[in-house]
């Protein structure tokens, strides 16, 4: 029931391969765009040199608002960057309108919380998903493919932790904008909002169209040993759009998931949770068993009471 309504012509179905050219065009173009405006503005912003930014995206983390420094860079850059090139897309390209109204009227109080709850219970299950995924061991045909993508890992895992390391409060509300707000909306209102209802159309499938751009939605983020949980997590967010037609409540989650993380990351590192957030090498079964649990009843009851909300309204007309 997603609401993407238009009638352009590089829409249809039979201009899938143009329209999906075009769009990953456009928007590779605006996060390069953004990224490079933001780059422009860290010298006068953070006293922090070009030349000391790439030093920080190789490692050297020892550099005075370094942090804050990469912080804007991907928020500008990645955050508002898919937030602009949905824009554009649905406003110039495809002349879509996406009934924000309509939209509105669909959040209410009981979808909220059952979204809050299925979204913890999420949390707690993918802790599974991301054990099992970090332990992925290839064939030994392809044993340097392997090494090759665990040194990107660890890579990708130094250069988080760095950013999640908040030395101070200020630190933290800009990384919960930045990897909470920033990036759950830019990245829904281009996953689901403009992609995932494309490729439901395209392949007349919403089944197919929710797992192939949650599929996208994990490989654009390269993290090879994090492929399943974020594979999980763009399905669940791709669900919760599909059964409510209200791009509010994916919002909400991703925020919710983003901002949580980063909390308990903060709490971690500040000695107020005895908690590692972000290791791999350890599962609880027994809160992934339970996250699972209250994942399932909760989207159960969900997918339930919006069932039956469109029923009756169908029923209205």
């Known amino acids: 029931m997603e609401i993407y ?3 352009a012509e590089i829409a249809s179905r039979k201009n899938w391969f143009l329209s999906l050219v075009v769009i990953t065009l456009v928007t590779f173009g605006t996060l390069v765009v953004l990224q490079g405006v933001a780059m422009a503005l860290i010298p006068t912003l953070f006293q922090v040199s070009l030349e000391e930014l790439i ?13 804050m420094a990469l912080l804007f860079t991907q928020g500008i850059g ?24 309509s939209q509105r009227s669909r959040v209410n109080l009981k979808n909220l919380t059952l979204v809050t709850v299925i979204t913890l219970g999420g949390m707690l299950f993918n802790g599974l998903l991301v054990y099992w995924n970090s332990h992925l061991i290839l064939p030994a045909s392809l044993a340097e493919l392997e090494t090759w993508m665990r040194e990107m890992e660890t890579q990708l895992m130094e250069l988080t932790q760095y950013l999640t390391d908040f030395q101070s409060i200020p630190e933290l509300l800009t990384g919960i904008l930045v990897i909470g707000v920033f990036a759950g909306v830019g990245e829904e209102l281009f ?25 996208i939605f994990s490989a654009i983020h390269v993290q090879f040993f994090g ?27 991703h925020i919710l998931n983003n901002a949580l993380t980063v909390l308990l990351v903060y709490a971690a590192n500040q000695g107020i ?19 699972l649990l209250v994942l399932i009843l909760g989207f159960l009851y969900f997918k339930k009471v919006n069932q039956t909300r469109d029923e009756k309204l169908d029923q209205s007309i």
Do not use: M
């Open 5 to 7: 309504d238009t009638r």
């Open 55 to 67: 030093a920080l995206v190789n490692g050297e983390y020892d550099i005075p608002n370094g942090r």
């Open 78 to 101: 990645s955050g508002l960057g898919f937030w602009v090139a949905t824009w554009i897309c649905i406003r110039f390209l495809e002349k879509a309108e996406l009934h924000w109204a």
């Open 191 to 215: 996953f689901r909002g403009l992609l995932q209802p494309k490729l439901q159309g395209y392949l007349r499938s919403p089944h197919w169209g929710i797992w192939l751009t949650a599929f």
């Open 227 to 253: 492929f399943l949980p974020r594979l999980f997590l763009g399905a669940l967010f791709g669900y919760l759009y599909h059964y409510t037609g209200s791009l509010f409540y994916p919002i909400l989650g």
């Open 273 to 291: 949770l005895d908690l590692d957030v972000q290791a791999t090498d350890t599962v609880s079964y027994p809160g992934a068993g339970i996250g």
